[in-house]
């Protein structure tokens, strides 16, 4: 690092004295306050934006508070500030001052699940008719992975009632907070990011094949939690909703 | 040399609560775009579905602002592939980053940082701009700072620019506005910036609006690119372009986004003052 750009950031620190030997006037030191400010507004920003659901909830003030708190101890590895914020929600589990609301770090996971589906790649799912011609035995063989936009967001709050009732302009009621299971899964559909709350089998279902089981498999593990015709309804809906992952269909169903 | 093929008419910075306008905008005015490229650097997803069918319809800038070209590391070797990866996809008709830095073992401080005009910050500009220049197969254009601090320097700050620019080959985006409160902030004479570039090497020109410090007042302009342009930003950009002719324009708005009409009003001015430069040159023929 040049003795320039290390005094530099020491400056924008707070040390601003460090800068004295680069200047032509050195009224100007202070003036590394303006750089400092437009880093950290920048950055308070991008998880003001990346995270819109909490505003509501906690209102602007405590948001920015907590973002700049977030960026002081992580800050932005990559110019890429669209993705930033990442290790947000866990910061928020444990940080004091929003532990009259934990519930907070479920609704950013949902977010932040909400911007990796919208931004993931757009890779084309398994659609049902790409099954249409295949023997049922084939089907049940299939190993086809999750949509790259899929994401399981499991938490003891019901974050998804939480998040719809903030996420828009429209508060829409009372939410009624009890602790239990909440299992959401979100995903980049046809008419955008989509949500669906979850039952602890179909849970168990898409996470197993999300680990590489078949669908056969992957029913037999929900089955310890719902009924085996509740989980080829949700089979249908979740192939029909495109939340599979689209291997060629001559190389599927291959034993491996 | 100008190191770029936008259209020299005026251009606008493009965002997301614009897009349908771009789409819907006359074609007649040659109207182009300019995004900054971290905000495409995603695996996918609409945003990038929106810019290939703008892309289609109007002439591309990529303006980046996370390569820290002006820095003390060597570049960020997977920032510059993402960077290859939309100039493949997008093929932009111009590219550019800023004389700045911005990251620093790993952290990137989200902001466009100032170096001195040394001979060795020179080097090390002159090293990155090949590094960026090779990797993207492609001739760049650099963006003079705001600055609002007096750094010591061996030369000046035009001097500084036009040398990278010599000795690696790119062109140099003018952008008034950071002259104007550059000059403001440090007490340099601006037309004087603006004068001593050559024209040649002038591939864009940005134009923006900047705020006083809130603490400072008019002694330290902010560039905020919050604001309409502000009248002395405007006469500069004329003797700018008397001097030098038409040159691709952009409209900056990054903060406090106007509907786009309001947009239009400044990229219309512009054009009308690039327009007046042609007229005058058409009169001498």
Not at chain 1, 167 to 177: F, K, L, M, P
């Amino acid at each position: 690092m040049s003795d320039f750009h290390s005094q530099f950031i020491s400056a924008m620190g707070g040390q601003e004295e460090r800068l004295e030997a680069f200047l032509t006037d050195p009224t100007h030191m202070v003036r590394a306050r303006v750089y400092q400010n437009n880093s950290v507004t920048a950055t308070a920003d991008a998880i003001v934006k990346n995270f819109p659901t909490l505003e509501p909830i906690v209102g602007t003030e405590f948001l920015r508070a907590t973002a700049i708190e977030f960026s002081n101890q992580h800050p932005p590895s990559s110019p890429v500030l669209t993705l930033y914020g990442a290790e947000f929600p866990v910061f928020l589990e444990s940080f004091t001052p929003a532990a009259s609301l934990p519930y907070l770090s479920a609704v950013a996971h949902l977010d932040r699940a909400w911007t990796e589906a919208m931004f993931a790649e757009n890779a084309k799912p398994l659609a049902p008719q790409d099954l249409a011609s295949l023997p049922d035995d084939r089907v049940s063989g299939l190993c086809p992975g999750l949509h790259p936009s899929t994401r399981l967001v499991e938490s003891e709050w019901p974050a998804l009632e939480i998040w719809q009732a903030n996420r828009n302009d429209e508060a829409q009621g009372t939410v009624s907070i009890e602790q239990g299971w909440f299992g959401v899964f979100v995903w980049w559909s046809a008419n955008g990011v989509a949500t669906r709350q979850l039952e602890v089998g179909e849970a168990i279902f898409l996470k197993a094949i999300g680990l590489g089981a078949s669908f056969g498999t992957a029913i037999e593990k929900g089955s310890s939690h719902a009924a085996p015709e509740t989980l080829f309804n949700f089979f249908a809906e979740a192939l029909a909703a495109g939340v599979f992952a689209n291997p060629t269909i001559t190389s599927m169903g291959k034993p491996s | 040399m100008t190191s770029s093929a936008l259209p020299q008419n005026a251009g606008v910075g493009l965002k997301p609560e614009h897009y349908r306008d771009v789409m819907e905008a006359p074609l007649d005015k040659g109207l182009w775009v300019e995004v900054h490229p971290e905000n495409y650097m995603t695996d996918g997803g609409p945003r990038r579905a929106w810019l290939e069918v703008i892309r289609g319809h109007r002439a591309l800038s990529l303006h980046g602002v996370g390569l820290s070209l002006a820095g003390a590391e060597p570049l960020d070797k997977h920032h510059l592939a993402r960077w290859g990866e939309l100039v493949r996809q997008f093929e932009p008709a111009s590219i550019s980053e800023h004389v700045a830095w911005s990251v620093q073992d790993g952290t990137y401080f989200a902001d466009l940082l100032p170096a001195p005009a040394t001979r060795a910050a020179l080097t090390q500009l002159t090293d990155n701009i090949d590094q960026m220049q090779n990797a993207l197969g492609r001739t760049i254009l650099i963006e003079n700072p705001s600055l609002y601090m007096n750094l010591k320097g061996e030369m000046d700050e035009a001097d500084f620019i036009v040398e990278a620019c010599n000795q690696s080959g790119c062109g140099m985006l003018l952008d008034v506005n950071n002259v104007f409160v550059t000059a403001n902030n440090i007490g340099r004479n601006a037309g004087a910036y603006v004068d001593a570039i050559p024209a040649d090497l002038i591939g864009e020109v940005h134009l923006a609006g900047h705020a006083p410090d809130p603490v400072l007042g008019d002694a330290l302009l902010i560039d905020n690119h919050g604001a309409p342009i502000a009248q002395p930003v405007w006469d500069l950009y004329q003797r700018l372009i008397r001097r030098v002719g038409p040159k691709p324009t952009l409209i900056e708005r990054d903060a406090n986004i106007p509907p786009f009409e309001e947009l239009m009003v400044e990229v219309d001015h512009a054009n009308a003052l690039l327009h007046e430069g042609l007229k005058k040159v058409a009169a001498h023929v």
